[in-house]
């Protein structure tokens, strides 16, 4: 069979929505390829006025490239190479070599004999079928070092996620995505020569989990290995039989109650209907002492237990409250220090096995200026109180604490350094007065490797995009983690620049 190479002076080769059918698997794929050849006359052969139309997988349509052809479609002033004549190729001088070789995006250095080689080995794999656009693999004939790098790096973290988690892997991450980068590396005319491929393996891939699930995007600037996208349809636990006495608690930072109860399809009313939760925790409820009684009447049927603390030093300002179907034994607002209660932070109720603490922490604000009070200060006088409450019960510490822990809870880490909420500092405070005084992270430690956010920012759409970091949390005393079933995140309910997270505990 006649394999022929157009080679052109001042071309580009723009190939468009080549479509990748898989036989075995059913899927399409559109793609797009656009490679810049050198501009520079290649040959002395006759140029074509037109380019020719070379048919594709399912269509007619002219600037495509196919396994069936094996020829790749040049611009105006093509010309034609007939591969059938090897012989020939020792002919050429080494000036000639050269053009041609770089056209195809090989290096073209060294002797004639090793020019010769090389443009042989091209001509054979192009006969055979490698050198060309198939179905299956679409080659680029320039591939950056890093580029190459990138491309490893992606194999990489597949293959262990893959390995790891199999098809929930596949699904969850983006990097899952229905094309697999490889790189293949080999020696042409004794130069190293580096080849790209995209490769199609949809197998268990969700096209439109990305568009339709965006949370199940992974986004990370900075990820390692085996990090996964978090997916609550794969990574819950099945619910518990009836036989099993379970509590679900739930937390949200609404980040305003008056504006969130407007939206009909994203009131409380309805994530009570769906997630049925004993106990509700809600941060920056931006509430009057004046406007609570209101919204406690229309909030919730089946909830006759609620307790607010509203902001008196900063009217609309943060504010919290926890919402019961169980009565508990005592209420009590704040840290009981008068300096760190005037802003509605804290609710703690207390039940037969436990305290429940609903916490809004303060932010560090901009330039950091309530840095030094968040760490010297609120956190360690907090940590305090829940120490002594710990000596007679376990404690559930939950809400918005403000602070991604760890590089794995934000989307930019290197980005953020000094930004509010994952300064060194706070992170430190974090670790000391929390973690390590006997606290449970309920979320990592039943998810060590998984990527999943509770907040994303406005400004930017990180929602869309996934990129976000995970301020809420929900701790708990090392002697009832044991206890917890299930603690996850609930990242399609929309109406705040946070989500709402849970926790299951057997009793």
């Known amino acids: 069979m006649v394999q022929v190479l157009k080679i052109g002076c001042c071309y580009s080769l723009s190939v468009r929505n080549i479509a990748a059918v898989s036989k075995n698997r059913g899927i399409e794929l559109s793609v797009k390829l656009r490679a810049m050849a050198p501009k520079r006359r290649l040959s002395s052969s006759s140029a074509a006025s037109e380019p020719s139309e070379v048919p594709s997988v399912g ?10 052809t094996g020829a790749v479609e040049s611009g105006e002033s ?7 004549d090897i012989e020939s190729v020792e002919k050429m001088t080494v000036q000639q070599l050269r ?3 770089r056209s195809a995006g090989i290096p073209a250095r060294g002797s004639k004999h090793e020019l010769v080689s090389a443009f042989k080995s091209f001509l054979n794999d192009t006969e055979n079928g490698n050198g060309s656009l198939s179905m299956e693999d679409q080659v680029s004939p320039e591939v950056k070092l890093s580029e190459v790098s990138q491309i490893k790096r992606s194999k990489k973290r597949l293959e262990q996620v893959t390995l790891e988690d199999g098809t929930i892997g596949i699904k969850d991450e983006q990097l899952r995505k229905d094309q697999e980068l490889l790189v293949e590396s080999n020696v042409v005319g004794g130069k190293r020569k580096v080849q790209a491929k995209r490769k199609v393996f949809s197998e268990s891939v969700n096209l439109s989990a990305n568009h339709d699930e965006p949370w199940t995007i992974f986004a990370h600037k900075k990820p390692q290995d085996g990090w996964i996208a978090y997916n609550p349809k794969t990574m819950r636990p099945p619910p518990l039989s009836g036989s099993n006495k379970a509590l679900k608690l739930m937390s949200w930072n609404v980040n305003g109650l008056r504006g969130l109860l407007k939206l009909e399809s994203l009131c409380i009313k309805k994530l009570a209907q769906r997630e049925d939760f ?12 004046k406007d609570v009684k209101v919204i406690k009447e229309s909030l919730v049927d089946g909830y ?16 919290t409250a926890i919402i019961s179907r169980i009565k508990p034994l ?13 802003e509605g932070r804290l609710v703690t109720v207390e039940f037969d096995d436990f305290y429940l603490l609903c916490v809004y922490v303060p932010n560090s604000g ?9 760490i010297t200060q609120w956190d360690p006088f907090l940590a305090n109180y829940v120490k002594e409450l710990e000596k007679s019960k376990p404690v559930i510490l939950t809400g918005d604490l403000n602070c991604a822990h760890e590089e794995i809870d934000i989307y930019n880490p290197a980005g953020n350094k000094r930004s509010a909420g994952f300064t060194d500092e706070e992170r430190q405070s974090f670790e000391t007065n929390f973690l390590n005084r006997g606290f449970v992270d309920t979320f990592r430690k039943q998810h060590p490797g998984v990527v999943g956010y509770t907040y994303w920012g406005y400004r930017h759409g990180g929602r869309k995009t996934n990129k976000g970091w995970r301020l809420d949390y929900f701790l708990v005393s090392e002697s009832i983690a044991d ?16 989500c709402p997270i849970g926790l299951v505990l057997k009793l």
């Not at 093509?78 to 059938?84: H, I, R, T």
């Not at 901009?366 to 968040?374: A, C, K, M």
């Open 59 to 68: 269509s007619s349509r002219p600037g495509k490239a196919t396994a069936k």
């Open 278 to 289: 004993d106990l509700l925790c809600l941060q920056e409820t931006k509430l009057q002492e």
């Open 304 to 319: 006759d237990n609620s307790f607010w603390t509203c902001s008196v030093s900063k009217l609309g300002y943060s504010g």
């Open 330 to 342: 005592s209420v009590k607002y704040g840290l009981g220090i008068i300096d760190h209660d005037s």
């Open 78 to 84: 093509g010309f034609e190479v007939n591969v059938d």
């Open 483 to 498: 206890k917890v079933y299930d603690s996850y995140i609930v990242p399609d309910v929309a109406g705040s620049d946070h």
């Open 366 to 374: 901009d330039g950091l200026r309530r840095l030094s009070y968040r």
């Open 99 to 101: 053009l041609k070789l």
